[in-house]
């Protein structure tokens, strides 16, 4: 169990998580591949205070250091839900389960929308979890609509475990098996009657019982449900509090403007405030 | 005898009379160990009442596609043997127990 379990390896999540190990709190930042990370994709940053004309990927990696260099635990992997529990946090990644106190959300940019057909078909062949459901498309087609930079990777596990896997996404994976097929395909549409048939990736129609959509992060609102949004972002308060107790948020998913000194800033504030919680949870007992 | 384990075998007779909640589950799933506290949870507070049962759908693969299970956790339940509702994810307390109070 952590003091401080940190959605997203950010701006934002690193500077909650810094802020955190300097009030003497356990964290640990759960984030995807650092490909995904908007920073990641910046060429040239002019109005990050003391860093001009920095290159994204450069100053990304400086904050990574500084957070190892803090004693911040770092696990690789995509959050699919969060639970309270009482006084407690479950937040399932992949296949496992990690526990914390309080939970600083930091998971960038709000994704677009669903993908037409996506939300009718949840629990009847969409599955956002190739390990969780995997197992159940043995020897079925299935279609991994990949838009996370680890996604080849499970497609590749698919692959491996059993299911007949075509991937779908608007760039060439890397790292994808040479005997999985793949479709070059931006306009998406998952099609059925009541399971999934098929899906319509551009003018192909692909027929298969499952599809996996495999992106960054998960919308927060379906990470935890009952998390207040305004539009599409998180709801906070100064303190960057969420609308569930003991749940912070920080950076892009809070709104705008995007920037790294925004997102730097309220991670301290959410760390701080997190690091409080923590403790006030501490001290009534 | 809070909480079953149901094999295919089993099932039928184990769930033929009264409400049933059934949690579909496996082992490499993060999201079905969340839920499980959760499943336990309810097996207690509505001993004598409900049966609640968990399929392992790696050691039940028939029972998992009877039900038509395509991601897991999915919670199955039903009232004489008919199934009268299902949530898939995991979803907080309050959703399970609103099915069960409003069949009981």
């Known amino acids: 169990m952590y003091d401080i379990a940190v959605v997203g390896g950010g701006p934002a999540g690193l500077s909650a998580a810094v802020q955190a190990r300097a009030r003497g709190k356990s964290v640990v930042v759960i984030g995807g591949d650092a490909r995904d990370n908007a920073l990641y994709k910046t060429r040239r940053i002019d109005n990050y205070l003391g860093f001009y004309g920095v290159a994204g990927p450069e100053l990304l990696e400086r904050f990574e250091a500084h957070a190892r260099e803090m004693g911040v635990e770092r696990r690789n992997g995509r959050v699919l839900n969060i639970l309270p529990m009482g006084t407690e946090f479950y937040l399932a990644v992949g296949s496992e389960v990690e526990q914390a106190r309080a939970v600083v959300l930091a998971t960038g940019v709000v994704q677009a929308g669903k993908l037409p057909g996506e939300a009718e078909h949840l629990g009847a062949g969409v599955s956002y979890c190739a390990t969780c459901d995997g197992m159940l498309y ?22 491996e475990i059993g299911c007949r896997v075509t991937y779908v996404s608007p760039r060439p994976p890397e790292g994808l098996r040479p005997d999985i097929p793949y479709v070059q395909a931006g306009k998406l549409r998952v099609l059925g009657d009541r399971a999934v048939e098929a899906v319509q990736a551009d003018s192909v129609t692909l027929p298969c019982e499952g599809v996996f959509i495999l992106r960054p992060s998960m919308a927060p609102a379906e990470l935890l449900p009952g998390l207040e949004l305004e539009g599409n972002y998180i709801r906070v308060d100064r303190n960057m509090a969420a609308s569930v107790p003991g749940v912070f948020a920080a950076g892009d998913c809070t709104g705008q403007p995007l920037q790294v000194s925004k997102a730097v800033g309220e991670g301290q504030v959410a760390g701080h405030r997190a690091a409080e919680y923590v403790d006030t949870l501490i001290q009534t007992g | 005898m809070a909480l079953i384990h149901l094999t295919e075998e089993a099932f039928d ?83 399970y127990t609103a099915v069960l109070d409003a069949n009981l």
């Not at chain 1, 299935?142 to 930079?149: K, L, Q």
């Not at chain 2, 082992?27 to 409900?50: F, H, N, Q, T």
């Open chain 2, 13 to 95: 007779k184990a769930t033929a009379s009264g409400l049933s909640m059934v949690d579909f589950w496996a082992s490499w799933c993060g999201p079905c160990k969340m839920l499980s506290p959760v499943i336990d949870g309810l097996a207690r507070k509505y001993e004598g009442r409900v049966l609640v049962g968990k399929v392992n759908t790696d050691d039940q693969p028939g029972l998992a596609m009877r039900f038509g299970v395509m991601s897991i956790p999915t919670v199955v339940f039903l009232k004489d043997g008919k199934e009268i509702d299902r949530k898939v994810g995991v979803m907080p307390e309050a959703a």
């Open chain 1, 138 to 159: 043995r020897n079925k087609e299935v279609v991994v609509i990949g838009r996370a930079a680890d996604a080849p990777h499970e497609a590749n596990y698919l692959r």
